[in-house]
């Protein structure tokens, strides 16, 4: 079955910086858009970031300029790093693959950003 494991999360201050990573096993890498989406408690998982099967990325207009999305389809691997981070940041993010079988989600790492 497809697995998407998350790490790298963790607690820093504002202005401070993480990568997160998510190893992805049981599909074909290469063939998947990969996302980050995040949740924050009492809202909606909202889609911070994905890169197509080609390289091509996008990123939400709100960490446009701070976060960017990778991927090394060697590693079946997408990271995503985070710099100048906001108290706003504070969320669980979770990974995603879409691809020939289906879209699947990882559990999640939280991101704690202080003031």
């Known amino acids: 079955q497809v697995q998407l494991v998350e790490s790298g999360g963790g607690l820093v201050q504002t202005g401070g910086s993480l990568r997160l990573s998510c190893a992805a096993s049981?599909?074909?890498?290469?063939?998947?858009?990969m996302a980050w989406y995040r949740q924050a408690p009492g809202k909606q998982r909202d889609l911070v970031a994905y890169?197509?099967?080609?390289?091509?990325?996008n990123h939400a207009d709100s960490v446009k300029g701070r976060f960017t999305i990778s991927r090394d389809d060697n590693k079946n691997t997408v990271y995503l790093q985070m710099n100048s981070l906001k108290p706003e940041d504070t969320a669980v993010y979770y990974c995603?693959?879409?691809?020939?079988?289906?879209?699947?989600w990882g559990l999640g790492t939280q991101v704690t950003v202080s003031a």
């Open positions: 995603q693959s879409a691809g020939p079988r289906g879209e699947n």
């Open positions: 049981g599909l074909i890498f290469g063939l998947n858009i």
């Open positions: 890169v197509t099967s080609s390289g091509v990325t």
